[in-house]
């Protein structure tokens, strides 16, 4: 089993509805008024609530800032390729995924989920091994995100990088010796931003499919390692979104100026 910590992670796992949460533990002496949202709609999904002490609490979670609230839950299942791609098909504007090639920890993974939400994102893809995490930590650090945002695991050799390259998506990599600069590729179009780790960035496997290649400019001087640059992955994957997030901001702009003319 699964624990949830906190109301943020909590709640966005009840409103998603994409695991099973057996029971959730509240802290004696909590004040109801800060629980409304949470007591609601764990009614509203009949998940039974549970008065524990504080000590209880503090046993079953990571650390002490759980803030008097643990969901007992079942793993969350990843997304299959098979309803990614449903999901693009239904898409009325161009995709936006993340590739996720390597992490090293969960909170980091989490962050960058919370950002491809933020973002704009349309699904997250991560190497199988990566999925190998703590959930609590992830499901934490990603404000919610976890529980929301489509999250598809690939093999080393994938078959689906391949269909989407089919399907017209570019697929961009992020690499530090990349001629173009991020904000010279054009993200308006459908897109698959692949972002490597902190130790080794982009794999061989998932450059060999990369349609082009980019890189995030930095100051001069500025320390740079295999992952393409000094950023961490949490920050690189940030910058590409963000990136496109404006792009794609500016041309819906200038379509409505152009039909209001």
């Known amino acids: ?3 949830l910590e906190g109301r943020s992670s909590i709640e966005a796992a009840l409103s998603a509805g994409r695991r099973r949460i057996d029971v959730i533990l509240v802290k004696d002496g909590s004040h109801e008024e800060k629980l409304g949202e949470l007591l609601a709609a764990a009614e509203r999904r009949r998940v039974p609530v549970k008065r524990v002490s504080g000590d209880e609490l503090d046993r079953l979670a990571h650390g002490r800032s759980h803030g008097g609230v ?19 098909d239904g898409l009325k504007s161009a995709p936006l995924l993340l590739l996720i090639d390597g992490t090293e920890d969960e909170r980091n993974l989490g962050f960058t989920l919370r950002s491809a939400e933020a973002l704009g994102a349309t699904a997250v893809l991560v190497k199988k091994h990566v999925l190998d995490f ?48 991020i904000w010279e590729v054009d993200l308006t179009q459908p897109s698959l931003l692949a972002v490597g780790g902190e130790k080794r960035g982009l794999s061989g496997a998932v450059r060999e499919e990369c349609t082009l290649f980019a890189r995030i400019p930095l100051r001069a001087g500025a320390p740079s390692s295999a992952a393409a640059t000094s950023l961490s992955m949490s920050h690189a994957a940030a910058i590409l979104l963000a990136e496109a997030a404006r792009q794609r901001s500016t041309d819906l702009a200038r379509q409505e100026r152009g039909r209001a003319e």
């Open 1 to 3: 089993m699964i624990h």
């Open 70 to 88: 643990v969901g007992v839950c079942a793993p969350l299942a990843p997304t299959s390729e098979q309803e990614l791609l449903a999901t693009l």
């Open 134 to 181: 703590d959930e609590t930590e992830v499901s934490r650090s990603s404000s919610g995100a976890f529980e929301r945002l489509p999250l598809v695991r690939i093999d080393r050799e994938s078959e689906l990088l391949r269909e989407l390259r089919r399907r017209g998506l570019a697929l961009v990599g992020c690499v530090a010796g990349a001629k173009r600069a």
